[in-house]
Structure formats: C-alpha cells, structure tokens
C-alpha cells in the first residue's frame, strides 16, 4: 500500500499515482488506485468513471468494498473513487473502518496506490499513516519550497512514514543547467564505456 502525496496542491501527484498504478498493472499486476483525497479527489475523472460508490461511501454509508471497486479500461488496473465529496467527516480516514477497508482490499490487489491529498495544512495524510506500508511525495522542481519539503518530511516522519522516495516532478530538460550537466555526463559515460569495452590492440 503506497501513499503518494505532495507538500502543497497542484504539484502532480494525482498524475503520478496514476502513472505508477498503471505501470504496476502493465507488469501482470493486480493493482488499485485509491483516491483518498475526500474534499475533491479527480482519480475517476482521469479513468472515466463515476466518483461514487467509493471511498467516503464506504467509512460513512458502510458501503461494501467489493462493490465500490469497479474495473478500469486498463487490464490488471481497478479504482476505488473518492466517492461522494465531503467536506467534514475527514477525520474518517484514520477510523477502524478504514482500516478494516483496507485490509480488506489487501486481499483483493497486489499493489494498492493511495491518491493522498497534500501534506501541509491537512490532517488526512497524518491520519491515514498507520494504514499505510510507504510514501513517496511529489516535488515540483524549481516551484516547491525547499522549507515546504522538509516541513512535510518533518509531519511524515512524526507519524512514522516509511519514505520509498521523492518524485521531482516536471523538470525543465531543456534548461540550459540542466542540459549542460546530461550532455557533459552521458558523453563522460559513454566514452569511459567504449574505453572500458574496447578490445585489446595486439
């Protein structure tokens, strides 16, 4: 059960939840992405679904997990939705019916993405921590604060978050650093390589 989240809105990580759950189900695995972002979660958007039954149906109708699951058009791949939008009612997502739901859903799916909503001013992700087996968080390069990052590693870490690794979302390759630096090191590379590969001379 990954967590994938950011320290602030807009900075792509509902873009790149469901990029790492489609790259799951193109392996062979059975994988869901879960769209736990309650207040306005887009995941069914993005499938071409409908937002509920889903995920606050669930905690707060007691809804039944297996039928608020529905295929994607994507063999292997299966969304849970936000379902009904809440704006009260968050703090749902650190009860024991969403603990219950998700271990449910362990039996069901090998890979589990979590669609989280951001990290600074929002309780959900502290709350959802203890469900969850690792987080990675979404940087947008060159627009993030790097005092909002260490202040979301800071919360993460408090609730005990298992990082898996950062995302540096939407880096500009053709910046004139950024190119100076992958030309000077793929072209070091590939010449040391041939040097290395190169036959002996008799």
């Keep these: 059960v990954i967590m994938v989240t950011s320290t602030s809105p807009k900075e792509g990580k509902t873009v790149v939840a469901s990029n790492l759950a489609m790259s799951f189900a193109h392996m062979g695995e059975k994988t869901l992405i879960l769209d736990a972002n309650l207040r306005r979660g ?17 905690l707060v109708e007691k809804y039944d997990v297996a039928d608020a699951c529905r295929p994607t058009t994507m063999e292997n791949l299966h969304i849970l939705p936000c379902g009904d939008q809440l704006e ?3 703090e749902q997502l650190g009860s024991p019916l969403f603990l219950a739901a ?7 799916y090998q890979r589990i993405i979590v669609d989280a909503p951001p990290v600074l001013g929002l309780a959900e992700t502290s709350v959802m921590q203890p469900a969850m087996d ?11 604060p790097t005092r909002a990052v260490r202040t979301a590693i800071d919360i993460l870490n408090d609730n005990h978050a298992n990082f898996y690794g950062f995302v540096l979302n939407r880096l500009d390759l053709m ?9 000077y090191y793929t072209n070091h590379y590939y010449n040391r390589y041939q040097t290395l590969t190169r ?4």
């Design 102 to 108: 998700i271990e449910k859903l362990r039996k069901r």
């Design 88 to 90: 009260g009612d968050i």
């Design 199 to 202: 036959p002996p001379q008799s």
């Design 134 to 144: 690792g987080v990675i968080l979404v940087v947008w390069s060159g627009q993030t």
């Design 42 to 58: 887009i995941q069914h958007h993005l499938f071409g679904s409908r937002s509920a039954p889903g995920l606050s149906n669930i």
């Design 175 to 183: 910046a004139t650093m950024n190119r100076f630096h992958y030309y």
